[in-house]
């Protein structure tokens, strides 16, 4: 993807990918979710897993599976609150751009 993904965008991604699943879901699926659709590597996610647990956005819990443990991540209420505000961004963000892309002038909006 030619367009640059700024640390909000990657942000609401993250969070809006873990929302998907109720009781949460680790880090290697959240990785590949969001790489559907920003190209990211593992190594800039994590950060970003660390950085909303911090902000009280995720919380964290390790689950055995296959013998060993796995860190899966879960959405907090603050964390639902910050998607809901990134949404509401997106749809005022996104509608210019595309108005924008749709030949429309700057002094319309």
Do not use: H
């Not at 942000?11 to 990211?40: H, N, P, W």
């Amino acid at each position: 993807m030619v367009f640059n993904t700024g640390a909000a965008l990657l942000d609401a991604v993250v969070l809006a990918v873990v929302s998907t699943e109720e009781g949460g879901t680790y880090g290697y699926r959240i990785t590949q979710d969001v790489r559907k659709v920003l190209d990211v590597s593992e190594s800039t996610l994590y950060p970003v897993l660390r950085r909303l647990q911090k902000d009280g956005c995720l919380d964290v819990y390790d689950k055995q599976f296959d013998g060993r443990n796995r860190r899966y991540y879960k959405i907090t209420e603050r964390g639902k609150e910050q998607l809901q505000m990134y949404r509401e961004e997106w749809e005022v963000y996104s509608g210019r751009i595309s108005a924008i892309f749709d030949g429309e002038r700057l002094s319309d909006f």
